[in-house]
């Protein structure tokens, strides 16, 4: 293994292939180079054995990694290490748990049917991503919130141009983008919570800003945790229905497969979260020497936990390329939602609100079939789709 660059750079964030699809790169970076030193200095993981131990490593910081003009999500869990992570986590735990869940699901369903209605009476034809899933999870994150649902084509576009400076191929238009991004939320975070103040209600926000008055978060920190619940509400979940939403149009089949066999359901979304993992990469900051396989690293690098590549590790998933619903993955085996301290505190309902979609679809269409091209988006942090025009029949 090695640290230092090879001749050429096997990790081109910006090449159009690359964004295109990275899995061969990543197998490349796998066999070559697992301990990567990237050209832009950062240090790139590439195995599942390494990224699952690392990402699990609590003396690995995120409060020390500069995050540019992202600074702002430093006051939210996102980007603190403990106690203050333990401290902003604790307000939300309560929100997210199976239970609660229940009731977000109720919230998630009666959205996606208002979609399918309209479907059904119209000629079948929507755009998967707009239409369902951007719909149906920004409904459900505004109610959670204690909200009316607003500014939802904001709100996307906004949270996407944040992304665009959190990959380590960003550059100064990136940066200028995102910094105007966090501008536009500001200001409507402080409009929406300048609401509640005066029409208060029992909602999330409402449970931020009684954590603010009994001082156990900073005004700072409602502010950008309510940016990152926006955000991280309908982002990468968006991915998850609508690629699961794709392979059901692509392949037919699992169509009848999840209508009629509710225990292949979780195998079926685990599946697609580990084949085209939303999240391509985490990053840390080790605040100590630090062994990676045959590597050590000393303190103060920054490393780039690529969980795309970890979920595509033979090693752990055989012939990984290859979509299988019925690969033995334990619930937990496949790092999508990251792991440890980090691990997504909204799993619970991001598998939810993509059983909803799913299960809704298949009991009401027989026939799910591309009506169109699917538009990629993708930035090295984020692999998206921006549209699928999909005909249900
Ligand atoms: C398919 C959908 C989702 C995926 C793939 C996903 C993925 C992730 C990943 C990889 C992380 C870890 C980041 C890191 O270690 O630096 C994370 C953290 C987080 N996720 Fe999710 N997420 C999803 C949906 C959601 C939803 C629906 C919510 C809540 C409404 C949510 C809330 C969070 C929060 C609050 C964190 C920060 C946790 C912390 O730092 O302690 N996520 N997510």
Redesign the pocket.
Known sequence: MTTEAPAADLLPFRAADYRADPAPYYARLRREAPVYRHPTGVCVVSRYEDVAKL?RNPTLS?RKLDFGVADPLHDT??GQDAPD?TRL?RV?NRW?TPKAVEKWAKVMQASVDAVLDEAATGDGTLDAVSDLALRSTFDT?CHVFGIEPAKMLEIQKYTYDIGLSLGPGSDEDDWRISGEAFEWYEEHVRGLIAHKRADPGDGLIDAFLAAQDEGRMSENEVVRTIL??FA??HL??K??IVQGVRHMAEHPEYIGIYRDRPEARPGFINEI?RIET??QM?ARLTTQETAIGDTTVPAGEVLVLL?GSANRDPEVFPDPDRFDHTRPVAAGQHL???SG???????V??RA?ADVVFTSLVNRFSTIELAGEPAFTHTEFLRSIARLPIRLR
Request: hydrophobic residues 55%.
């Open positions: 990402i995120v869990m996102l992570h986590r939300t997210f994150i990152l619940f991280v509400g990468d979940i991915h998850l979260l939303p999240e985490v969980i999508a939602f990251g301290q980090h691990g997504c505190a909204g799993q309902l991001a609100e």
